[in-house]
């Protein structure tokens, strides 16, 4: 079955730094735009950031915009998102899922992988 596997999840104090990683095996991932979401306890899922196929486009929410960088590896089949300046708002699980389209919305998501908690805490 195809696969998204994330990593790099974790406990950091506001202020830290986390790079999360979104692996695939059984697919291509360069086929696709791909996108991590995040869902806050008793909250619906949000996207969080996205990147073209090769690179070209990467979107961002508001609330992350400035502190996250979104990119990718095709080579190595993976994305990646560095996440710096972490505040205690960002804890979640995060999620990478593939995609038709470079947007913050699930409405073109094709598989999702089973997310990595991160939580931002003194």
């Known amino acids: 079955q195809v696969q998204l596997v994330e990593s790099g999840g974790g406990l950091v104090q506001p202020g830290g730094s986390l790079r999360l990683s979104c692996s695939a095996s059984?697919?291509?991932?360069?086929?696709?735009?791909v996108g991590w979401f995040r869902q806050a306890p008793g909250k619906a899922r949000e996207g969080v950031s996205s990147?073209?196929?090769?690179?070209?486009?990467?979107t961002y929410a508001d609330s992350v915009k400035g502190r996250f960088i979104i990119s990718r590896d095709n080579a190595k089949n993976t994305v990646y998102l560095q996440m710096n300046s972490l505040k205690p708002e960002d804890t979640a699980v995060y999620y990478c899922?593939?995609?038709?389209?470079?947007?913050?919305?699930?409405?073109?998501?094709?598989?999702w992988g089973k997310g990595t908690l991160v939580t931002v805490s003194p």
């Open positions: 990147i073209s196929s090769g690179s070209e486009i990467t």
């Open positions: 899922a593939t995609s038709s389209a470079t947007t913050l919305t699930t409405r073109w998501v094709h598989t």
């Open positions: 059984r697919f291509t991932l360069a086929s696709y735009a």
